[in-house]
């Protein structure tokens, strides 16, 4: 059961691209298993400093593709502090739905998790994938090509930090990484995060520490593995806030789901201080915002790439 369909959710990113051309980008990173294009869409300042955000690698977890729709509004639109100082330094790169395939599409156990292969693309990524005893992880490492359009992402865009995400029964944050100075890092933003949730009047997710070690096969992972600060979210259904109007809708094989109005009253609000620590972590410093328009500029005037040599990219260190 969707919110929407496929085609309405991306109609509405392309809308965001066409009015906001200066700072909206979409473009095409691999084509499905049935053929179907598979897009990203960037927002902000589009040398900033990168935040890669995905949806619905399992068809029909589609609670992120909505509550990252509003954020790229918000970023794009909103005159809230955070909201301008993000759409000025940070480039946020949004991915609304990875399995386009199975979109909407009920196949498996009682939906579209896996692609149309038959495999759980959450399972098939490099990193350790001979240790995973999943039956749906796939023929080889990385066979799928939704699998690989990701990868070429984590390899060629090299964000600073990655958010791979669930619609899941229960509120799950965790970092996976098996290099000690990023978890410790991952932990140190987390307090910066619970800090900027008290302050808005928001109760956020906790955060759990693994180990991508453990984890064959997932997506965050691969990104480890390139130096990415790599998170999953399992948007929850479920929550100990008894003034909560939410309870438990188990919803993985049930009709159950949040009410699409909560999207908005009660996801958006929760993820939003994760979103703003992170793209405070990798703002690109004020005094450059005017060198990239004025690029910008004379990129479009003469059809010179003058933005591949930017400064602001060698400038940009990885935060480990
Ligand atoms: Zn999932």
């Not at 496929?6 to 691209?17: C, G, H, I, N």
């Not at 939704?146 to 619609?167: G, R, V, W």
């Not at 978890?183 to 808005?200: L, M, P």
Request: with cysteine.
């Amino acid at each position: 059961m969707l919110y929407r369909s496929r085609d309405e959710l991306f109609a509405l990113y392309d809308d965001l691209v066409s009015s906001h051309r200066l700072i909206a980008t979409k473009s095409i990173i691999g084509t499905t298993v049935e053929g179907r294009s598979i897009p990203m869409y960037k927002f902000g300042n589009l040398q900033g400093g990168k935040i890669l955000l995905d949806s619905t690698i399992h068809g029909e977890e589609d609670m992120g593709g909505e509550i990252f729709l509003l954020y790229a509004r918000w970023i794009l639109e909103s005159t809230d502090p955070d909201a301008i100082a993000i759409r000025n330094g940070n480039c946020t790169m949004i991915i609304p739905c990875l399995n386009v395939d199975r979109y909407d599409i009920g196949t498996g156990e009682g939906y579209g998790r896996r692609n149309a292969h038959d495999v759980d693309l959450s399972r098939n990524f490099t990193y350790r994938w001979e240790a995973s005893t999943d039956k749906y992880k796939g023929p080889s490492p990385a066979s799928e090509p939704e699998t690989q359009a990701l990868i070429n992402i984590f390899k060629n865009e090299k964000p600073i930090f990655y958010l791979n995400s669930h619609n899941g029964d229960r509120a799950y944050f965790a970092v996976y990484s098996d290099n000690s100075s990023r978890r410790t890092y991952a932990q140190q933003v987390y307090s910066k995060i619970v800090a900027e949730a008290q302050k808005r009047g928001i109760v956020t997710y906790g955060l759990s520490l693994n180990t991508a070690y453990n984890n064959p096969g997932l997506a965050v992972c691969d990104a480890d593995l390139e130096g990415i600060n790599s998170f999953l979210i399992e948007w929850d259904c479920w929550t100990t806030t008894p003034s909560d109007p939410l309870t438990d809708c188990n919803w993985v094989g049930h009709p159950a789901k949040p009410p699409f109005s909560s999207i908005q009253n009660y996801y958006f609000p929760r993820w939003l201080p994760i979103g703003i620590v992170w793209s405070r972590e990798c703002a690109i410093p004020r005094e450059w915002y005017p060198g990239y328009y004025i690029r910008w500029l004379l990129d479009r005037i003469s059809g010179r790439d003058f933005l591949e040599n930017f400064p602001i990219m060698a400038k940009q260190e990885h935060k480990t």
